[in-house]
């Protein structure tokens, strides 16, 4: 892949991976509910769902997705169903003062991260549109995945660890109960509102 091809497809990628959307809710919430540290697992689990996707697409499921409308509609319902049910976990969770260095209510795993990008029809678009675009004919195209899932990496990473980063100076200001009660009910309707991007 060519230099200035790279860069065009790090450009959609980071568009795609900085802006706000159910990862980053996520993040974010995690980061100011348990730390910077202690979310780093559930930022994992969003990366390697993410690779697994890429690769679904590049190697056919994504061909499905486009030839039967149906499993785009089926992706829609539980991608929306399970951004509810965190949008849910994140605004009831119960009020705990950020200290790392003492056991608190565990951040959400690692698997969910996981499994949010296989419902997650943003990150399929994602996905759709960088093979689609960015990858290359031939002989060319198992290295122009390769590219495409090193591009997707390094975004992930990189705006996984701003929102992480924003999430977790949040926790360090807001101290008192009331505080986090808005700060996760506001987080909560956010992920929640992630749903109406999902049907637009």
């Not at 990628?13 to 780093?40: D, H, K, Q």
């Not at 679904?56 to 785009?72: D, E, K, Q, R, T």
């Not at 807001?174 to 929640?192: D, K």
Request: proline share 4%; hydrophobic share 60%.
């Amino acid at each position: 892949m060519e230099l200035s091809l790279f860069l065009s497809m790090l450009g959609f990628l980071w568009v795609a991976a900085i802006t706000p959307g159910p990862n980053n809710m996520l993040l974010t919430a995690s980061g100011a509910n348990f730390g910077f540290v202690r979310t780093i697992p559930l930022m994992i689990g969003i990366m390697i769902g993410m690779q697994v996707m890429l690769l679904m697409v590049a190697f056919g499921v994504g061909g499905l997705i486009l030839l039967y409308p149906s499993l785009h509609l089926i992706l829609k319902i539980a991608g929306s169903l399970y951004l509810l049910w965190l949008a849910w976990k994140i605004a009831t969770a119960t009020y705990e003062k950020l200290d790392t260095d003492q056991a608190q209510a565990a951040p959400i795993p690692f698997w969910q991260g996981g499994l949010l990008q296989l419902i997650n029809p943003k990150a399929w678009l994602m996905a759709l549109g960088a093979v689609a675009s960015f990858s290359l004919a031939g002989d060319a195209y198992r290295h122009s995945v390769a590219a495409i899932s090193l591009g997707m990496f390094s975004v992930n990473l990189v705006s996984g660890i701003i929102w992480m980063g924003f999430g977790a100076m949040i926790g360090r200001i807001l101290r008192s109960r009331r505080a986090w009660t808005i700060f996760n009910l506001a987080m909560g309707l956010l992920t929640a509102a992630c749903v109406l991007l999902i049907w637009h």
